[in-house]
């Protein structure tokens, strides 16, 4: 099974600043990874797939990078709206399909 | 509009058994393979099971094997989760979710909550 980690699990930043969050696999997954936004009492919502391709609709200032087991997803300046838990998923090797434990993405 | 409609969430005593539905809308269900992925309280995603969209691929998380069965009826549009031996480790937030066109997460349904407690 391969695993997911991610850092930080808190990120306190302040709106129109930069966002940096990573994920990390414990092997290589191409660049079968998906990342998801979930705000309170909402479904998650598919952000990123293929490390790099934005879903339809999701704004520009959401970029995914990386490859093989080190990720980044980047929020170029965080609106009031982007506060939320960010999970990524890894898709190359399962089942089982596996998930981060989570970066919450909080007001400083 | 894709819609996913979770229902069937309840609370049941540890050992009991439950039954999920996910209606399905605005999309050709029976072209995509689907998910039961989980949320438990204060924690994070959890992926539960796979169905193809035929029916005839199926996989468990070890978690679950042997106690929880997935299926599907194409021509209601519907995703089931049978819940049997349920434990308190169970509890969370169960989503449905439709495959994109590899295996991430496209489409996800609001939830139905289910508390296994005595």
């Known amino acids: 099974e391969i695993v997911m980690t991610q850092s930080p699990a808190t990120l306190s930043v302040s709106p129109g600043e930069r966002a940096t969050l990573s994920c990390r696999a414990s092997q290589s997954v191409s660049s079968y990874l998906a990342w998801y936004q979930q705000k309170p009492g909402q479904a998650p919502r598919l952000l990123i797939y293929?490390?790099?391709t934005r879903a339809t609709g999701i704004p520009a200032r959401f970029s995914g990078s990386g490859s093989g087991t080190e990720f980044t997803l980047t929020i170029s300046s965080l609106q009031s709206e982007d506060f939320a838990v960010y999970y990524c998923q890894q898709y190359n090797s399962w089942p089982p399909f596996t998930f981060g434990p989570g970066t919450k993405v909080e007001i400083k | 509009q894709v819609q996913l409609v979770e229902s069937g969430g309840d609370l049941v005593k540890p050992g009991g058994s439950l039954r999920l539905s996910c209606a399905a809308s605005?999309?050709?269900?029976?072209?995509?393979?689907m998910s039961w992925i989980r949320r438990p309280p204060g924690k994070g995603l959890e992926w539960v099971s796979f169905i193809s969209s035929s029916g005839n691929t199926i996989y468990y998380a070890d978690s679950v094997k042997g106690r929880f069965t997935i299926s599907r009826d194409n021509a209601k549009n519907s995703l089931y989760l049978q819940m049997n031996s349920l434990r308190a480790e169970d509890t969370a937030l169960y989503y449905c979710a439709a495959y994109g066109d590899l295996f991430y997460f496209h489409y996800w349904g609001q939830g139905t909550l289910v508390t296994v407690s005595s």
């Open positions: 605005g999309f050709t269900f029976s072209d995509y393979y």
């Open positions: 293929g490390a790099s």
